[in-house]
T-cell receptor
Framework: AQKITQTQPGMFVQEKEAVTLDCTYD???????LFWYKQPSSGEMIFLIY??????QNATEGRYSLNFQKARKSANLVISASQLGDSAMYFC???????????FGAGTILRVKS | KAGVTQTPRYLIKTRGQQVTLSCSPI?????VSWYQQTPGQGLQFLFE???????NKGNFPGRFSGRQFSNSRSEMNVSTLELGDSALYLC?????????????FGQGTRLTVV
């Protein structure tokens, strides 16, 4: 069975600094996809970035990058130049090989300090 | 381009009642997935619909059901509501089913059962 582990319940970061949110996964499928979402207090899940298991390069989307280490089964999210608006819950999720079902981690609350 | 629209945003129901939630996916998206989010269990997959057919189902009792219409709009129904059904219900839309690289969520419907 697939599993996502986010070991950091909460993180603090100073405004304008970079922060790394950890995510490890477990699957026996050779083909899978990894997602990161941001959930502000309003509840909406905002798609940030995607990494496919066969992608050779780490995914990047603006200030977000995904540090994909396949052998270690980790998919850490790096947010550069943190902003106050980045304060939210962040979820790592994995898609299984043959469907759209996402398995989510428990999430990490990020607080950006001014 | 309009995003994923979920209605209503908030609902208060009494134990034993039934409820119907609606999700309109992004135009052109044919896959709709539903998730339940609670503080105790986190985000859990309910089911996925694609082209009016249920493609995948999570581990929820039969009181939870859904359907998809020809215009890709989806509804989920919960019958005989229990206190434990209080949750944020999120739907996600994708262009297709199977190995998607994007899944966009709506703002959710917050259901409170009293």
């Amino acid at each position: 069975a697939q599993k996502i582990t986010q070991t950091q319940p909460g993180m603090f970061v100073q405004e304008k600094e970079a922060v790394t949110l950890d995510c490890t996964y477990d699957t026996s499928d050779p083909s899978y996809g990894l997602f990161w979402y941001k959930q502000p207090s309003s509840g909406e899940m905002i798609f940030l970035i995607y990494q496919g298991s066969y992608d050779q390069q780490n995914a990047t989307e603006g200030r977000y990058s995904l540090n994909f280490q396949k052998a270690r089964k980790s998919a850490n999210l790096v947010i550069s130049a943190s902003q106050l608006g980045d304060s939210a819950m962040y979820f790592c999720a994995m898609r299984e090989a043959n469907g759209n079902k996402l398995v989510f981690g428990a999430g990490t609350i990020l607080r950006v300090k001014s | 381009k309009a995003g994923v629209t979920q209605t209503p945003r908030y609902l208060i129901k009494t134990r034993g009642q039934q409820v119907t939630l609606s999700c309109s996916p992004i135009s052109g998206h044919r896959s709709v997935s539903w998730y339940q989010q609670t503080p105790g269990q986190g985000l859990q997959f309910l089911f996925e619909y694609f082209s009016e057919t249920q493609r995948n189902k999570g581990n929820f009792p039969g009181r939870f059901s859904g359907r998809q219409f020809s215009n890709s709009r989806s509804e989920m129904n919960v019958s005989t509501l229990e206190l434990g059904d209080s949750a944020l219900y999120l739907c996600a839309s994708s262009t297709r089913t199977g190995e998607v690289t994007e899944a966009f969520f709506g703002q959710g419907t917050r259901l409170t059962v009293v």
